[in-house]
């Protein structure tokens, strides 16, 4: 069974910064992809970053620039390291990562952290 722990959420001041931590319990090179999602009261959630098996990054455009999402294999975990945050940033924040087996994807969910920026 695939656990993703989150961590390193909490309350910030607009223009501050958060490192959010996403903890596997096996290891990440099992993954052909990970993700930070995000959820605000109201809206659908939405996909704020991802990286490949290979390093490959992807970031929405809202947090391009600012935001960054990195992986220590050894640790199995990921990163995302958000800078000049707004409050437009508060949301719940998700892991996901993405197993694919033959054909079939395994997707996998953490449980979630709130991120809270304050005007």
């Known amino acids: 069974q695939v656990r993703l722990v989150e961590s390193g959420g909490g309350l910030v001041q607009a223009g501050g910064s958060l490192r959010l931590s996403c903890a596997a319990s096996g290891s990440i090179f099992s993954f052909n992809a990970m993700a930070w999602y995000r959820q605000a009261p109201g809206k659908q959630r939405e996909l704020v970053a991802g990286?490949?098996?290979?390093?490959?990054?992807d970031y929405a455009d809202s947090v391009k620039g600012r935001f960054t999402i990195s992986r220590d294999n050894a640790k199995n975990t990921v990163y995302l390291q958000m800078n000049s945050l707004k409050p437009e940033d508060t949301a719940v924040y998700y892991c996901?990562?993405?197993?694919?087996?033959?054909?079939?994807?395994?997707?996998?969910w953490g449980q979630g952290t709130q991120v809270t920026v304050s005007s």
């Open positions: 990286i490949s098996s290979g390093d490959t990054t």
């Open positions: 996901n990562a993405k197993r694919v087996v033959v054909t079939t994807a395994y997707i996998y």
